[in-house]
C-alpha cells in the first residue's frame, strides 16, 4: 500500500493491501481516505466512496474483523475538524460495533510521555471526544511505529466475530439513502453549520461595508 512521505496525502480512494498471513489467518487491510484531509475531494464524495466500497463487500458476504481509527497523539490540540471526523467515524460504525474498534494513537515519539498520557485520558474521558466509543466497547491501543506493535493491534482484531457496521445495515438492510444514514445526516449537520457561519460572517462584514460607505 502507498504511504505518504510529504505533505499531501497520498490516499485519494480506498485501497487494498495483499493478502498476507498472521497467526494463522488470511488478512487484508483496507485503507480508507481521511475527511478534509490535503486532497481536493469533498468530505461528502470520501464519505460516499468509504461507504459504497464496504457495502459492495457486505453484498459479497466480506465482513470486517474489526475497525482502526488512527489519531496522533502529538496533537497540541484536538481541532474541530478532528472532532467532526471522530463524530463521523463513530455514526459510521455504530455502537453494536465499537467491541470491534480499535483506537489506534501513534506519534509517541514526537511527545512527553506524560503530555501523551493526559491527551489519551481525555480522549478516553471527555463526551466530545472519544467516551460513548470507550463505553461501547472500543479499546485505545498505542502505536510503537515498529512493525510488532502493528502485528499486535491486527491480532487484537482477529479475536473478534465479524462485526456489521451501521452505515452497511442502513444501506443495505433499510434500504436508505446515504444521505439519512447517521454518517450522511452528521455530515450534512456539520455542512449546514458551516453555511450558516458564513452567512452570519457575510452579513457581518456586509453591515461593516455600509457603514464605511455612509461615512
Not at 444501506?171 to 436508505?176: A, G, K, V
Amino acid at each position: 500500500m502507498r504511504i505518504g512521505r510529504g505533505l499531501e496525502s497520498c490516499t485519494s480512494e480506498v485501497q487494498r493491501s495483499p493478502i498476507f498471513h498472521l497467526n494463522g489467518r488470511n488478512v487484508c487491510l483496507i485503507d480508507t481516505p481521511g475527511f478534509d484531509d490535503t486532497g481536493n475531494r469533498p468530505d461528502s464524495e470520501v464519505l460516499k466512496d468509504i461507504a459504497y466500497y464496504i457495502c459492495e463487500a457486505y453484498e459479497q458476504h466480506i465482513q470486517l474483523a474489526g475497525v482502526v481509527f488512527i489519531h496522533r497523539i502529538s496533537d497540541f490540540r484536538v481541532t474541530g475538524v478532528t472532532r467532526r471526523n471522530m463524530k463521523m467515524f463513530q455514526q459510521l460504525c455504530g455502537n453494536d460495533a465499537m467491541k470491534n474498534v480499535v483506537i489506534v494513537t501513534n506519534m509517541w515519539g514526537y511527545v512527553d510521555k506524560a503530555d501523551g498520557e493526559l491527551r489519551e485520558a481525555e480522549l478516553r474521558t471527555k463526551s466530545i471526544f472519544l467516551e460513548e466509543a470507550i463505553k461501547n466497547g472500543a479499546r485505545i491501543i498505542r502505536h510503537d511505529n515498529s512493525a510488532n506493535s502493528a502485528r499486535k493491534i491486527i491480532s487484537e482484531l482477529l479475536k473478534n466475530d465479524p462485526v456489521t457496521l451501521q452505515i452497511q445495515r442502513e444501506m443495505l438492510d433499510q434500504r436508505m439513502d446515504l444521505i439519512d444514514t447517521a454518517a450522511g445526516a452528521e455530515l450534512n449537520r456539520e455542512l449546514m453549520d458551516q453555511v450558516k457561519m458564513y452567512q452570519k460572517k457575510l452579513e457581518e462584514l456586509k453591515k461593516e461595508l455600509d457603514g464605511v460607505c455612509k461615512l
